[in-house]
């Protein structure tokens, strides 16, 4: 195979692109975990901090940096926290105000039972419905994002949910929102159902009016975790529609340009390394044990990481093949044990623990998966994810310059 050059942001370009002209596609994807989400939560503060800090600019903010910010279930509210807009079309959260949104609130999205009835309490309830009714998610999201659409976000975002009525994943995106207003949701809406995990919150369903018509869609939505729990190929695949469709906004790129697409893709953690099931103990597991088994649900940890780990697999693979490497950063912390690698057990001392393993996080070797063992493996002289992390900020800073330093949603607006 003839090797395709390293598209960095650093090489020469002309000096006078037009306005659409891009030398890199951006993409930012996160993914689900529940509480989980202060991880990823600190690993975008930092970079955003390095990004004010290079461009010199304190009001800089993620949203100007990416062409497409993805998320699933809390990557999903993470994404819209990151990119809905305020009163003066500024996003309403900064990065680094993301950790302390989640440790105020985590607490009352999951009230904990304490002690032995506590905890069979627990047990009763999840038998007869979701573990927590979800209203105070459903009050503090409706409160934030009041009427902001998807359409309105400050760049393009893709969150996925899954439609349990027709039983196919249903992609709300800033593309599809623009053509077609029945996708066109309310920003809450859509956090509400992409994080509706089966058994811990209630399924969605809502009406969206179509604003240009009489038609109405209709909406009956699960945690997207259960179809891309890692989200990043989905935002890929919405780059290539755009691609295809001729939008002139990603002019030059052609969907096998690898070289040209820049992706960092952040985990919630998992627990590969404890091992916590084996072959003979879920051979004697009947329906409750899949769904329910010392004190979390089996089922949707083997979806949800299966998931993920297929999504860092195959970009893995595709990014090598195409000597490409170097532009995708897989963040992710696999040796979480108890109740770290919940998604629900939001006690203070369980926070706490999560937000120091954030913060490790950072100074732990980049990882990439290894394509023989399918495990992820410290890369040689690869130094750690927060030094990556000022590479990669490095090269985001000179592809807004590139752009003339406007943000994604002001290129788009002169082009569409």
């Known amino acids: 195979m003839e090797k395709t050059p390293l598209m960095s942001a650093s090489q ?53 940096y990416f062409d497409i910010i993805a998320g699933t279930s809390t990557g999903g509210l993470v994404t819209a926290m990151l990119t809905a807009p305020d009163e003066n079309n500024r996003p309403l959260f900064a990065a680094k ?5 989640y440790l105020e609130h985590c607490p009352r999205i999951f009230p904990q039972e304490r002690g032995l009835f506590g ?9 007869r419905g979701p573990n927590y009714d979800g209203k105070y998610l459903h009050r503090i999201l409706r409160k934030k994002l009041g009427e902001i659409r998807i359409r309105d976000t400050l760049t393009n975002v893709v969150i996925p949910t899954f439609d ?33 995990a089966p058994t811990y919150l209630p399924a969605h369903y809502f009406k969206n009016q179509d604003c240009e018509g009489p038609n109405i869609s209709e909406f009956n939505l699960i945690d ?38 820049l992706i960092i893709s952040v985990g919630t953690g998992s627990r590969k390394i404890e091992k916590k099931y084996n072959a003979k103990m879920a051979a004697k ?35 090598q093949a195409f000597h490409s490497e170097d532009n995708y950063l897989r963040i992710q912390d696999d040796t979480l044990t108890g109740t770290e690698a919940s998604v629900d ?18 100074k732990k070797p980049v990882s990439r998966v290894n394509l023989k063992i399918g495990l992820s493996e410290p890369v040689e002289n690869g130094g750690t994810n927060e030094e990556a992390l000022r590479k990669f900020a490095k090269m985001l800073s000179q592809e807004r310059k590139y752009r003339g330093g406007k943000s994604i949603s002001h290129m788009e607006k002169l082009n569409v």
């Open 164 to 196: 349990i009525k027709h039983m196919q994943p249903t992609i709300f995106t800033s593309y599809e929102a623009k053509k077609d207003s029945r996708l066109n949701a309310r920003l809450s809406d859509i956090c509400i159902g992409t994080s509706a």
């Open 345 to 362: 057990v939001s006690t203070k001392q369980n926070l706490d623990k999560l937000v120091g393993i954030g913060e490790e996080l950072l």
């Open 119 to 127: 905890a069979i309490k627990k047990v009763l309830r999840s038998l």
């Open 12 to 64: 020469v370009v002309p000096e006078q692109p037009s306005t659409n002209y891009r030398n890199l596609i951006t993409i930012l994807s996160i993914d689900g975990g529940g509480i989980r989400g202060i991880i990823p939560a600190i690993i975008l503060a930092f970079l955003e901090s390095q990004l004010q800090e290079i461009d010199g600019d304190q009001d800089a903010r993620l949203s100007d």
């Open 285 to 319: 597991w009947g329906t409750l044990d899949w769904l329910l088994h010392g004190g979390s649900v089996p089922l949707l940890d083997v979806f949800t990481q299966a998931s993920a780990d297929m999504v860092d697999l195959h970009l893995a693979v595709v990014f």
């Open 97 to 101: 105000d993301i950790r302390p949104f």
């Open 224 to 261: 997207g975790g259960v179809a891309a729990n890692n989200p990043a190929l989905v935002a890929i695949n919405q780059v290539t529609k755009q691609i295809f469709d001729a939008n002139p906004n990603f002019f030059p790129i052609k969907p096998t340009d690898y070289g040209r697409f």
